[in-house]
């Protein structure tokens, strides 16, 4: 594994525990936004200032507490605004492992309450996870840009506003009705009695006695083990618990009857039929909304023979003003005020239970109407536990939250691989260009031939130099002319725009060969190019391929660069045997130059049934035998040497072909004859390159 890999591997490890952490803990609170606050409350009650902070803003805390989280863990699941999520994440836990120490070591609350009542922890236990959060925050802060996206950035904004409306949704509807998860021991299906049982062989709590003695006016202290003898006096003696026991989940369930004070729990958790009761920790603050639809409840119960108690730990005065507002018929017990508000996360709260088990739970917003008390609950469908799982519940949240997000992952990075695949091909496309464009040259050459007399010439040359001066090609341009016309044409000729050509030179140095022009007198025109082995010269003045291999060198010899003509005769073309004869011509002449010499070399491919004859070969012929000739000489020189060589196609080439030609890949320009005796026949060919 790189060190790189296992960079990332670590960052995103962290990442991912973070995430996992944050929804998790960020959840279980905003099932539970009424649990989340109390336990608000219990911090502000250790730090003495309960008594100040009203307990809406309490619940809001709560639910911004709880919404803050969920969306953190999810934002760093996405990897979602990485920089600022991972600073926000390190500072709450650092803030948060601030206060688990001050639990650790205080004690003011024995449960920390991060993960609501789904986990438990002890508050050291707290404070370690914390430390170990910390580590894992300080690593994706430091490199945030390592965790990897699960969605573009464009479409991040649509998990967050999802999620948002998600986590509020989730606490608004839990508050408004109940915990949609429940983890304390009173769900439904719990059977209280069982709860409050201690198993047999479970944990004992352990005692420790001291004895304080005293001999001679000297105090001591004894344990059991060390106890003196009777010389000794008992002074005192003192009991500390040294270790805590087995604790049932339910262990501080009890029912008084207001008034008399009688303990009623195991009657009513004994009794087999059914029992309503209401549930209220603060009748003060209870709301009195559904009055009515409670008093109904109670009356059903007095006609079926059910028993209903309202549940409260709200002293006789407080009773009194409830059932003087509401006229309540029904019987007032007092419990515990933790236990009410553990019972159910509402106020006032209806729990339908029999033998003991909870079978229902409303809270007051949603309490079961008329239409569902026209029968007795042994005939009823709320006499009996709802259908509604926790697997339900957890597929339903798959379904609104988890899927929409799967797919939309699942669409963005489909979407952004097939970005990634064009872009690749469009760079691809630009570097291909660019190498052609950097590594080979673009050249449109004229073969004027045996045509023009020399004003005739100078007056085309001259246009030519005008007007590629005013409007500069986009490729190399050269006119290969008759001997007479070289040195007047060189002495104006910009040839930084227009490179100047013979259209031959002799296979001699110098001396008695009556009517030639050698490559050196060529040289001294100022032209810097030379055509060799044209078909015309070829045929009609059988040039031999040994014949040019000696003009090339010569050519070569005096500075000149050579446009070097191959191509194949129709009938050699209709045999198709044209990759063999332009085989043979390079072999013949050109693949014994040194690589060096090579690069000086301009190809072009004339099929010489196209020369002169208006046919040309179609686009696709012309590339498929020029990416031949680039491989032959890749062959010979290798692949760059391939690459660097310009290619040009020649026969019949006009204006309106140019552009299909030329958009080949490996045809790199034209010869041209015929078309480049005229100013603007030849532009129209050079023009092409700008398409
Ligand atoms: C040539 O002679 O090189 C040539 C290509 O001629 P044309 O363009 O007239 O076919």
Redesign the pocket.
Known sequence: MTKKVLKYSVINLCRFMLAITFILSGFVKAVDPLGTQYKIGDYLEALHIASYIPDILTLISSILLSSLEFCLGVFMLFAIRRHIVSKIIFVFISIMTVITLWIAIANPVSDCGCFGDAIKLTNWETFIKNIILMAAAVTVWKYPLCMVRFISKSNQWIVINYTIIFIVFISGYSLYDLPQFDFRPYHIGANIKKGMEIPPGAKQPKFENTFIMEKNGVRKEFKLDNYPDSTWKFIDSKTVQISEGYIPPIHDFSIQKVGSGEDITNNILGDKGYTFLLISPHLETADDSQLDQINQISEYCTDNGYKFYCLTASTGKAINRWQSITGAEYSFCNTDETTLKTIIRSNPGLLLIKAGTIIRKWSHNTLPDEKQFSKPLEHSEIGTMPKDSVTGKILKIILWYVLPLMVLTLADRTWAWSRWVKNKEKSNKIYQLLKRKKMRKKIVAG?W?MNMNLQDGIALAKELNDTFTAEKPNCGVIICTPFIHLASIAQFLNQDIIGLGAENCADKVKGAYTGEVSAEMVKSTGAQYV?LG???RRSYYNETPAILKEKVQLALDNNLKVIF?IGESKEEREANRQNEVVKAELDGSVFDLSAEDFAKIVI?Y?PIW?????L?ATSDQAEEIHAYIRNCIADKYGKQVAEDTTILY?????ASNAPELFAKPDIDG???????LKAADFKGIIDAWKK
């Open positions: 073969n031939k055509v044209h078909s015309e003509c072009a004339e196209a020369i002169g004859t208006g040309t020649g026969g019949s080439c006009k034209g010869l041209i004859g015929g078309a480049s």
